[in-house]
């Protein structure tokens, strides 16, 4: 495999399972491995993006972070489509909610993901992209949310590229067209697996809401809807 080890990813051909789960935060892919994995191996850990392989009942599963940022994602994305021949990635994030049906804690089921980015731009296209998630694993991961009982929520999202905007922000004008939230990878991760032929989902849990700007979420309270957050994208993960 002439393109491994890549710059960012250290792991042998292989390393990975055909899905991997990617949250956000690098301490967040080790705590996954360790709390719902088991025998997990280590097969990444270049720039600390700690990426690991394990059974989830019986079934092998990978997980690794992104990084934040659309760059990030479409880096890790790509490689791991690309290089490493994996044929799912379900992003496991944190959002903030523009809809007012969505509180602290509940799920966001990216169908289709919005973006102020330019990332689409490579692809030289003589139009407008839409980035879309996989259907397969979207109408699987709602049947998991309904068993669940989870307040969840299926359709757009919005990737930024801008945590801190100068021009406020875009809540209002985005919500008028029905976006439900906001977070920084999605749409790049779904312009990758569509150029790769893959599949991609993003899950979102609401860590804070526009709407409900006072709502406050206790570390115990995001710990477990982001455990049960985990576990539907553990349930839908193929083999
Ligand atoms: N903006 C971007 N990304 C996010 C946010 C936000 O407000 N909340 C959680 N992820």
């Not at 490689?79 to 804690?105: K, W």
């Amino acid at each position: 495999m002439a393109n491994i080890p890549t710059p960012h990813i250290s792991a042998p051909y292989g390393a990975f399972a055909r899905t991997v789960l990617m949250p956000g935060d690098p301490k967040r892919s080790e705590f996954i491995a360790k709390t719902f994995l088991d025998s997990p191996e280590l097969v990444n850990d270049v720039r600390g993006v700690h990426g690991y392989t394990g059974y989830y009942k019986g079934k092998r599963v990978s997980v690794m972070a992104s990084g934040m940022g659309q760059p990030a994602i479409g880096i890790y994305s790509y490689e791991l489509f690309n290089f490493y021949d994996v044929s799912s990635i379900i992003r496991v994030g944190s959002c903030g909610a523009y809809s007012p049906e969505l509180h602290a804690r509940d799920m966001i089921l990216a169908m289709g993901a919005c973006t102020d980015s330019n990332f689409a731009a490579q692809f030289g296209l003589p139009g407008t992209f839409s980035p879309i998630a996989d259907f397969g694993l979207l109408s699987a991961a709602a049947a998991e949310c309904e068993k669940a009982g989870v307040n969840y929520r299926v359709g757009n999202i919005l990737s930024s590229d801008v945590f801190y905007n100068d021009s406020g922000t875009g809540m209002e004008e985005w919500s008028k067209m029905g976006v439900l939230g906001i977070e920084m990878e999605s749409a790049a991760l779904y312009c990758n697996a569509a150029r790769a032929g893959k599949k991609a989902l993003c899950i979102c849990t609401v860590s804070d809401s526009f709407v409900y700007p006072e709502e406050n979420t206790t570390a115990e309270e995001r710990e477990k809807s982001f455990t049960a957050m985990m576990e539907i994208a553990l349930k839908i993960a193929e083999e």
